[in-house]
Every structure is written in C-alpha cells, then in structure tokens.
C-alpha cells in the first residue's frame, strides 16, 4: 500500500484550495498588506558600545583566542563576564590599541 502523495502541491502560497479536505477562511490565504506608515530605523548605538567575545576579539586584532585570554588575565584588556561567557567592549579594544589601557583586575584571578 503506498501513502505518497501523487499530487504536486501548488507554488502559490495563496492557493485557495482546502487543506485536508477543510474549507479554510478568507483571511488565512490574504496577504499582508504594506505598513501604513514608514518606520524608520532607531539611531545605531556607537560603534564602541558592542560587546565582543573572545572570538571576535581575536579576529580584530588578527591574534588567537589564547593571546585574547592571556591579555584578559594579564589586566592589559579589560572584560566582563556575563554568566559563563566573556566579553569585551569594544572601546576598551581601542583603548589598550591606543596605548591606554582601562585596567581592570576583575577577570585576572577568573579561569578561562
């Protein structure tokens, strides 16, 4: 006995025929219309103000993700730890590029 379908469903998802044998409404099968109005995008927060992780961190800086966690450990890139997971803003990214770096003793002691 064979309970493939042999009948090829339809490439218009506004098709008007009933699913499992069940006449459907109107409205299922409408289509949205555009918006009323057009929203425009909120301002994009400064560059600076993203969080990184130690990944992407060593991707800007074209460096492995141990040399990312030794310069956390050593005090020299300041980071957060959110739950299990390390980030990095990244102004404090340009700030150690810089030369000046926001030190900060709150990871050194932490295991990577």
């Known amino acids: 006995m064979?309970?493939?379908?042999t009948t090829k469903p339809s490439r218009d998802p506004a098709a008007s025929t009933a699913?499992?044998?069940v006449d459907l409404p109107a409205w299922v099968y409408a289509k949205?219309?555009?918006?009323a109005h057009a929203t425009t995008p909120q301002a994009r927060a400064d560059a600076t103000d993203e969080?990184?992780?130690?990944?992407?961190?060593?991707?800007?800086?074209r460096?492995?993700?141990?040399?990312v966690s030794r310069l956390i450990r050593?005090?020299?890139?300041?980071?957060?730890?959110?739950?299990?997971?390390v980030r990095i803003r990244h102004a404090d990214l340009?700030?150690?590029?810089?030369g000046n770096p926001n030190t900060s003793a709150g990871l050194s002691a932490c295991r990577e």
């Not at 460096?63 to 040399?67: E, I, K, L, P």
Request: aromatic share 4%; proline share 7%; no cysteine.
């Open 2 to 5: 064979s309970y493939k379908n």
């Open 19 to 21: 699913i499992n044998g």
């Open 32 to 35: 949205p219309e555009p918006a």
């Open 51 to 61: 969080l990184l992780t130690r990944a992407e961190a060593a991707l800007y800086l």
């Open 63 to 67: 460096v492995s993700d141990r040399t």
């Open 74 to 85: 050593a005090g020299q890139l300041p980071a957060s730890r959110i739950g299990r997971a």
């Open 94 to 98: 340009l700030h150690m590029l810089n």
